[in-house]
Structures are given as structure tokens and as C-alpha cells.
């Protein structure tokens, strides 16, 4: 079991801020996950923690925190 976390505007997208699913592969199927769960997630340029980290990919396994972020920016 591992935890999606959704921060800001992609809480808001998703219309939760946490949930837990089964899950142990790539951190590229799983965000085809995410999308496809959440359809209003699609349009966003998302950024993914995988334990506190910043990943492109990683292999997720059992236990792992994901946290999931919109595009920063700054003024």
C-alpha cells in the first residue's frame, strides 16, 4: 500500500488530499494512474516526490510516500 499526497491546485483537481492504493512499479505507470483517475490532473505540468524526493522515475514499493505538486512559480 503506498500514499498519494496532493498539494495546492492539484488537491483541488483530484478533490482529495490523500488516498492509498496498492501498488509497486514504475513511477511512470503510476502516474498514468493518477491521470486516469483523475481527469483534471491532466491538463497540469505536475512534479512528483517520491519519500521526500524529487524523481523523474523510480520503482515504487510498498510503504512509499508520494507527494504530488503543480508547477511552482514565483514573482
Known sequence: MIRI??????RDRSGT????????????ELKKIIYERHNDLKSMD??????????DDCIIKD???????PPVSGG
Open 46 to 55: 505536475l512534479l512528483f516526490a517520491v519519500n521526500k524526493r524529487y524523481v
Open 17 to 28: 488530499d490523500n488516498e492509498y492504493i496498492d501498488y509497486k512499479g514504475s513511477l511512470t
Open 63 to 69: 510503504g512509499d510516500e508520494i507527494a504530488v505538486f
Open 5 to 10: 499526497i496532493y498539494f495546492a491546485a492539484a
